[in-house]
């Protein structure tokens, strides 16, 4: 009998052997429509990172958050009151309405120092997982729910406290103000770990998108890595597994990952997009789960590029232990039913495991 897209994916992550490559999406980059019944019907399975497994309460800070439209694109804006002082920020919304870009960051100036550490002290976490089993119950064997904790500390502050250009400024001018906040996301982040471990969720993903170009081979061990680690070790004691979503230029920061604790690298987005393929990120990471996201720009090419690439990758793969193939990021909407048709006909001849 076959297994289901569900249990494809959840054997693998256990570290088993499913019948088939699995084929996974996210949710929110499938389209609503006949196709997409007709391609969940082929296997394919959908994977969603909400709700949440916890809820985070702030006792001692006010937050609002404010959605307005401006020359017809949609902004929130977040505005914070601490004991302390106000903080506000400001996100651009995509079209889609599932991602968000920052546009002001919510520091400004050394001013903010005292705000910021204190909003990030007087945040707990509250185990919320209920509406986790029941999404999960929703999605059935057709989907596959995983806990989100966002990104590690470090990338926390620049990424989403300050943005790169006032984190640079502030790390050469007021470097100790920096590692008080980063110091104050670590103890915050501890606090999650065990809430998320405990939680019903198999999987969960520690942040992703590292540039780097940006944080370097250094900064990324000394800053990341201890991060991953440590959420791993809580993780594992609880039979839970651990990934990073690595979908840009890695090569750099690929002895170092092949070093960490996680289990899987999920959203690994293979060349021509970026600078390793797949037989490489096999080579570096023998003992992870490789999740791998068919190159976007690939989906752009004629039927037989595409046909081609997906062909190459199971190639590479092969024999197919620890491997994961999916979509990751946005198809463009004018090619995404023959480019992902042509794809699953690729991975519904030639799955079968082992590969060969």
Known sequence: MAMTPRRRVEAVLRGERPDRVPFTIYETKLPRCEAERRLRGEGVCLVAHSPSVFRAVSPHVAQERITYTQDGVPYVRTNVRTPVGELSSVERVSPEGDTTSEVEWMFKGPEDYRALLHMIRDETYLPDYDAFIQAQ????????????????????????????????????????????????????????????????????????????????????????????????????????????????????????????????????????????????????????????????????????????????????????????????ERMPPERWRESLSTILRVVRERGELPLR
């Open 137 to 328: 119950g929703v999605m059935g064997e057709d989907g596959f729910l995983m806990a989100d904790i966002g990104s590690p500390p470090f990338q926390h502050v620049v990424e989403s406290l300050m943005g790169l250009v006032n984190f640079a400024q502030e790390w050469m001018e007021r470097r100790d103000e920096v590692l008080r906040l980063y110091d104050a996301v670590v103890e915050n982040r501890r606090r999650l770990y065990r809430v998320v471990a405990g939680s019903p969720a198999l999987a969960a993903n520690y942040g992703g998108n590292v540039t780097s170009e940006v944080v370097g081979v250094k900064r990324f061990e000394q800053y990341y890595l201890p991060h991953y680690d440590e959420f791993a070790e809580v993780m594992h004691a609880r039979g839970k597994k651990v990934g990073v979503h690595f979908d840009t230029n890695v090569w750099v920061l690929s002895e170092a990952i092949g070093r960490s604790r996680i289990d899987y690298v999920e959203g690994f987005t293979p060349r021509p997009d970026t600078d390793m393929g797949v037989a490489e990120a096999r080579c570096a990471w023998p003992d992870k789960v490789l999740w791998v996201n068919f190159p976007t720009s690939v989906h752009q090419e004629q039927v037989e590029v595409i046909e081609g690439t997906m062909q190459q990758v199971l190639f590479e793969a092969a024999p197919g232990d620890r491997f994961i193939m999916g979509i990751t």
